[in-house]
T-cell receptor
C-alpha cells in the first residue's frame, strides 16, 4: 500500500539554523506531494506542494523538491525562526482514491531563541 | 476566505454518552474526512464521504458512525463514548482534483470521563 515515512522527531534547533526534515514515500501511482504544518492548538494547513517530478514547492522560506528517482520530498529552510515551531506533516495524494491522502507521522520542530 | 469549521473546540463527555461532532465547509467540496490525532500515532482516518449520503470506512471506524445529509456538512457520531475515544478530532475537505490539498478545521479536543 501507499505510505509516507518522515524523519523522526522531535527536532530542536536554534534560531537561524538550517532545517531539513526528510520525507520518502511509496505509492502505487504517480502522486501529488504536500507538506502541511500544524501550529499549537490548530488544525493542519498547507505549507507547500508539488504535483510532478522535479517541481519545487515553496512558501514562507520553506522549499521541497519532488524527486521521483529517490521517491523523496524533503523539506528545507535556510534560517528558521521561533515562529516556525510546529508539527510538520508530509503527505501524498493519488488521483484514484477519492481524495484521500496518506500522511506521515509528523515531525515536531522546536526553535529556540 | 475558504473555511472549514467544527462545532466545538473543546468538549467533555461522560462514558456512554452519545456524542455529535459537526463539521461544515463553505467551499463546495465533494469529499470530506474525519481523522483522529493522538500523540505518536499521527493522523488516522476514521471515515470519509465522497458525496451526499455516501460514506466509506477509513482505517479505524470502530465505535464511530457518520452522516452526510448535505454537501457542506459532515457529522461524526460516537454512539456510546468510551475513554479510549479521548482525542483530537480533525475534519477536512477537498476537491476532486488530485493536485489539490485538503483543508482542515481547527479540531475538536474531546475528553471522555
Amino acid at each position: 500500500g501507499d505510505s509516507v515515512t518522515q524523519m523522526e522527531g522531535p527536532v530542536t534547533l536554534s534560531e537561524e539554523a538550517f532545517l531539513t526534515i526528510n520525507c520518502t514515500y511509496t505509492a502505487t501511482g504517480y502522486p501529488s506531494l504536500f507538506w502541511y504544518v500544524q501550529y499549537p492548538g490548530e488544525g493542519l494547513q498547507l505549507l507547500l506542494k508539488a504535483t510532478k517530478a522535479d517541481d519545487k514547492g515553496s512558501n514562507k522560506g520553506f522549499e521541497a523538491t519532488y524527486r521521483k528517482e529517490t521517491t523523496s520530498f524533503h523539506l528545507e529552510k535556510g534560517s528558521v525562526q521561533v515562529s516556525d515551531s510546529a508539527v510538520y506533516f508530509c503527505a501524498l495524494r493519488l488521483n484514484t482514491n477519492a481524495g484521500k491522502s496518506t500522511f506521515g507521522d509528523g515531525t515536531t520542530l522546536t526553535v529556540k531563541p | 476566505d475558504v473555511k472549514v469549521t467544527q462545532s466545538s473546540r473543546y468538549l467533555v463527555k461522560r462514558t456512554g454518552e452519545k456524542v455529535f461532532l459537526e463539521c461544515v465547509q463553505d467551499m463546495d467540496h465533494e469529499n470530506m474526512f474525519w481523522y483522529r490525532q493522538d500523540p505518536g500515532l499521527g493522523l488516522r482516518l476514521i471515515y470519509f464521504s465522497y458525496d451526499v449520503k455516501m460514506k466509506e470506512k477509513g482505517d479505524i471506524p470502530e465505535g464511530y458512525s457518520v452522516s452526510r445529509e448535505k454537501k457542506e456538512r459532515f457529522s461524526l457520531i460516537l454512539e456510546s463514548a468510551s475513554t479510549n475515544q479521548t482525542s483530537m478530532y480533525l475534519c477536512a475537505s477537498v476537491r476532486l482534483a488530485f493536485s489539490d490539498e485538503q483543508f482542515f478545521g481547527p479540531g475538536t479536543r474531546l475528553t471522555v470521563l
